[in-house]
């Protein structure tokens, strides 16, 4: 048996790519609330006043929700075990689902272009992912060549790499829907941004890569899940209409 845990001295790397996923998202999404905030108002301050105070407040908002990301983030890599037995490997995580995967229930290892590894098994929800800062990095790789073929994958996992555009689909439709007039255009957007926001939420929830501080945040989401849907229904029949 071996196991294997994240080189603290690499966590830097993971920041930076938090930081180069997140970032660039969260003022997307900080700037469409502002728009749809102010396309809602029924007096328009033509001198934008408004602005000195929105800016800050989601720059701040923008700040904490990283750094406490971030912090969280650390907290798992410290403590992520994986465990490779004579029949079995293992993943353990504080405040994570254990994630334990029989030799015969291995259906596929991929390596990917980044370093990391992902090993799935019959069972779609357990599925172990091996971070590329993982310590004994070729150890990992020559242990687990024994065990199962690894596949070389030349671009990002799919979740990874679809994430990112269904993500800004998603924000695009939300807007439309609270700013559009159009029945159609609002109905449309509308269906799209409930079964986006539907299945993101029930993959995020489902999964046992994610610990559940970060599950219980997903909640929120269901507040804006629940306020586009009320907003679509309100247009469509009559009820809302844009000032």
């Keep these: 048996m071996q196991q294997f845990t994240v080189n603290p001295n690499k966590f830097k790397e ?21 728009a749809i905030n102010y396309s809602n108002t029924t007096s328009k301050e033509t001198d934008f006043t408004w602005l000195f105070i929105a ?13 406490k990301g971030l912090k969280r983030q650390k907290s798992l890599m410290d403590s992520y075990i994986l465990t490779v037995s004579n029949n079995s490997i293992t993943r353990e995580q504080a405040n994570t689902p254990t994630i334990s995967i029989y030799y015969s229930d291995i259906t596929s290892i ?13 069972d779609p ?18 242990l687990i060549a024994s065990v199962n073929k690894v596949n070389t994958e030349n671009s990002q996992p799919q979740l990874q790499k679809y994430t990112t555009l269904l ?9 439309c829907v609270y700013v559009a007039s159009n029945k159609f255009l609002v109905g449309a957007t509308g269906t799209v941004c409930t079964a986006l926001t539907g299945w993101s ?22 507040l804006a899940l629940l306020s586009v849907v009320a907003i679509t229904i309100m247009k ?7 000032s």
């Design 14 to 34: 993971i920041k930076k790519q938090m930081l180069i996923r997140s970032i660039p998202m969260l003022l997307l999404v900080s700037i469409a609330a502002i």
């Design 125 to 142: 929800a357990d599925e172990i992912i091996v971070p590329a800062q993982i310590d004994n990095y070729e150890e990992f790789e020559s």
């Design 201 to 222: 939420f029930y993959k995020a929830w489902m999964s046992k890569n994610l610990d559940s501080k970060t599950k219980k945040s997903l909640l929120w989401g269901l």
């Design 167 to 175: 993500s800004l689909i998603n924000l695009a439709c939300m807007i």
């Design 55 to 67: 800016v800050p407040f989601f720059v701040l908002i923008l700040a904490w929700g990283i750094r």
């Design 236 to 242: 469509l029949t009559g009820i809302y209409t844009n």
């Design 110 to 122: 991929a390596k990917y272009k980044n370093g990391t590894f992902i090993i799935r098994s019959k």
